[in-house]
């Protein structure tokens, strides 16, 4: 028998008994890049609080689990339908390469079709290049307009 297919690894949506396992894959996904963290505690706590509202959702891939993206809705004045944010995706170091990335990126689009939204939006690094190919292979672009026009920037700042 071959290796199973990426349609083929698991992914649920995340409950409120798995607020720690979010809140440890969050935080290790920080300190896996030197970013500062609250810690697993606090992480899952604030989770717990987001999972309780129709704006946060957050799938969850493999047995471990071993990586999540967390979709965050809002109302659109653009459309009818509306916009997710996908505010992280992450896949601890040892999964990588075996296709959950782009497992977790197929359900996140999936659900977000299914509770309503028409558009799709999500920031990375510029020296993340697996992402940013991941990405890009699904679809998405950094050009306003379509391939060919001037290039989106993504900006932030702390209040």
Do not use: K
Not at 3 to 15: G, I, K, N, Q
């Amino acid at each position: 028998m071959g290796e199973p297919s990426v349609s083929d690894l698991p992914v649920r949506r995340a409950t409120m008994a798995d607020v720690s396992a979010v809140g440890q894959l969050l935080h290790d996904f920080n300190q896996e890049y030197a970013d500062p963290t609250p810690g697993p505690a606090v992480l899952a706590e604030r989770i717990g609080r987001l999972l309780g509202s129709d704006e946060t959702v957050i799938l969850l891939g493999g047995p471990g689990p071993d990586g999540l993206a967390v979709l965050r809705f809002r109302p659109s004045f653009w459309s009818a339908g509306l916009e997710c944010y996908l505010a992280e995706l992450y896949v601890v170091p040892a999964r990588r390469g075996q296709g959950l990335g782009r497992r977790l990126m197929e359900c996140a689009l999936d659900q977000a079709r299914q509770l309503g939204a028409d558009y799709m939006d999500l920031g990375t690094s510029e020296n993340d290049v697996a992402a940013r190919a991941l990405y890009e292979s699904l679809g998405f672009t950094n050009r306003e307009g379509g391939l060919e026009g001037p290039v989106n920037f993504y900006y932030e700042r702390d209040l």
